[in-house]
């Protein structure tokens, strides 16, 4: 089955850069999609097909995906942006697959 | 707007059984598939499966084959996760969420339902 590797956690100061990876084999040639869920909350899906944002979204979060890693960036990182991030793939032999999650601090 | 609402938590004992819904409203129903997540307590997303909202068909994902049952009922655009035989191990949010049409990525959440085993 498809396996997605993200760090556990990312700490980052208020206003510099998040950056969260998630690795898997060849994830490049995928589709990658990003959701962001605060603590007792639904995930909410902030970056589909490895960089376009749904509205509403703010232009901060960005992604993208190359060769074996997919990236989410968050700019100008704000206390609000703490929360859990997953990224999710749909794969031909395992269907959908998530992410391990990240843990986002905003120190 | 599209929402997607879902049943409030429940709470049971080993082996019974709990019939978990999810309503949605504000699109058409038979465009979307709809998936169900779960999520242990402290754990990560894990993808259980969907179902097909023009045929019914349903796909379980491995290791949610058996206990779970995935249903609809299209006249109330409502879907239905039931699960027989709980364990303590099914203790866990289970969350309802659309999939985008004729895309791989889920654009609608529902609030999640909480569902406790405990004897």
């Known amino acids: 089955s498809y396996v997605l590797t993200q760090p556990p956690s990312v700490s980052v100061a208020p206003g510099q850069t998040a950056r969260i990876t998630c690795g898997g084999t060849?994830?490049?040639?995928?589709?990658v999609h990003w959701y962001q869920q605060k603590p007792g909350q639904a995930p909410v899906l902030v970056v589909y097909d490895d960089s376009d944002r749904p509205s509403g979204i703010p232009e901060r979060f960005s992604g993208s995906n190359s060769g074996n890693t997919a990236t989410l960036t968050i700019s100008r990182v704000e206390a609000g942006d703490e929360a859990d991030y997953y990224c999710q793939v749909w794969d031909s032999s395992s269907d959908h697959v998530f992410g391990t999650g990240t843990k986002v601090t905003v120190l | 707007q599209v929402q997607v609402v879902q049943s409030g938590s429940e709470l049971k004992k080993p082996g019974a059984s709990v019939k978990v819904s999810c309503k949605t409203s504000g699109y058409t129903f038979t465009r979307c598939a709809l998936n169900w997540v779960r999520q242990a307590p402290g754990q990560g997303l894990e993808w259980m499966g969907w179902?097909?909202?023009?045929?019914?068909?349903?796909t379980y994902a491995q290791g949610f084959t058996g206990r779970f049952v995935f249903s609809l009922d299209t006249s109330v655009s409502t879907a239905f996760l039931q699960i027989s035989s709980l364990k303590a191990e099914d203790t866990a949010i289970y969350y309802c969420?659309?999939?985008?049409?004729?895309?791989?990525?889920?654009?609608?959440w529902g609030q999640g339902t909480l569902v406790t085993v405990s004897s």
């Open positions: 060849n994830i490049g040639s995928k589709s």
């Open positions: 969420a659309r999939g985008a049409e004729d895309a791989f990525y889920f654009d609608y």
């Open positions: 179902i097909n909202t023009n045929t019914g068909n349903p």
